[in-house]
């Protein structure tokens, strides 16, 4: 299993661009979330999804899309980059454990810049 | 108050040495808990998952959970140099438990 991979890993923009963050996971996990990770702030939730065809916003979902129309997929999409969402941006993918709980994995992550 | 805090560090100590991570949080309904390893420039990693009270232990790693003080460690006994990343805890929500809560991290550095 690949587990959840994420692309671009690095990404510069200019303010008003817009693009596309892509995460894919393998694992058949009905679960998918993106965070964003800033420093003394921790991981943010901005958007999640509890299946295909059904998403949800985080905490912070200003400036964000997001649209899973298969279990595997989960893109995110930048309407029009500010320099506040330079960071570094995490795709998970989780389930329920038959033993009770949740388990989350994450990927790789995308380290973007925006100028 | 936030549902987790965190101890932000950093923390650097020598090679061999015993290492206590810890986390305390706000809802005494929370039963599950995890430990996330977060190398520089990588994902956070899943590390240990606990249930209710107690200590588990895997390798040189043991999570404990004191529910009557709200109350997660990490322990790591024998660090080493591999060790040093970004401990992260998080629990998952009660009622929605695919989300989860977050400690800030503490930044580890073992020094050989």
């Known amino acids: 299993n690949a587990g959840v991979t994420q692309t671009p890993k690095f990404q510069v923009l200019k303010t008003g661009q817009s693009m596309t963050l892509q995460c894919a996971q393998d694992m058949n996990h009905e679960y998918m979330s993106w965070y964003r990770q800033d420093p003394g702030m921790g991981l943010r939730l901005i958007h999640y999804?509890?299946?295909?065809?059904?998403?949800d916003q985080g905490e912070v979902p200003n400036g964000y899309n997001v649209s899973r129309s298969t279990t595997e997929d989960f893109p995110l999409r930048l309407l029009s980059a500010a320099p506040s969402q330079t960071s570094v941006y995490f795709c998970a993918s989780s389930y329920n454990r038959l033993r009770g709980g949740y388990e989350q994995y994450f990927g790789p992550g995308t380290r973007l810049t925006v100028t | 108050q936030k549902e987790v805090e965190q101890d932000p560090g950093p923390l650097s100590v020598p090679e061999g040495a015993i290492v206590s991570l810890n986390c305390t949080y706000s809802n005494s309904a929370f039963q599950y808990f995890m430990w996330y390893r977060q190398y520089s420039r990588k994902g956070p990693e899943l590390l240990m998952y606990t249930y209710s009270s107690g200590n588990k232990e895997d390798g040189r790693f043991t999570a404990q959970v004191d529910k009557s003080s709200k109350y997660i460690s990490l322990f790591i006994r024998d660090s080493q140099p591999s060790d040093s990343a970004t401990y992260l805890c998080?629990?998952?929500?009660?009622?929605?438990?695919?989300?989860?809560?977050f400690g800030t991290g503490t930044s580890l550095t073992v020094i050989p």
């Open positions: 999804s509890v299946g295909a065809g059904i998403t």
């Open positions: 998080a629990i998952p929500r009660v009622l929605t438990g695919n989300q989860f809560y």
